[in-house]
């Protein structure tokens, strides 16, 4: 329950200076060394950096749905105000091959997710 709160921590704060360009390998091992430091955790910098890149990421990806939607063709249909959970996130980036992560932004990463739960009824 512990490592469910604090990375629900690392999405949900506002975003710094960070693009969703981190890759998902990278993100992941962040995020797995967070999850083995238990609470000592609490004091890394890492936290802010995932929160705002998972942020970054996100919010990307909104801006380009709000474009897409514009133009009538809306790559996923989300629910008003959907927002995944940490566990999902984390088990999507996971399904990505381990050789694939490397060259996969958490941008794009982000995009998959919402399209693969959220596509739009046609």
Request: aromatic share 6%.
């Amino acid at each position: 329950m512990r490592r469910l709160a604090l990375f629900a921590l690392l999405l949900a704060a506002p975003a710094m200076a960070t693009t969703g360009e981190m890759s998902v390998a990278t993100f992941l091992s962040k995020a797995d060394a967070l999850k083995a430091k238990g609470l000592m955790a609490l004091g890394s910098p890492d936290i802010k950096l995932l929160r705002a890149e998972g942020q970054a990421a996100g919010m990307a990806y909104g801006a380009r749905l709000q474009q897409e939607r514009a133009a009538g063709k809306p790559s996923s249909c989300p629910p008003k105000g959907a927002r995944p959970s940490s566990n999902e996130v984390l088990a999507h980036l996971r399904t990505y091959p381990a050789d694939k992560r490397t060259g996969l932004t958490m941008k794009a990463a982000m995009a998959d997710y919402f399209i693969k739960k959220y596509p739009c009824q046609r």
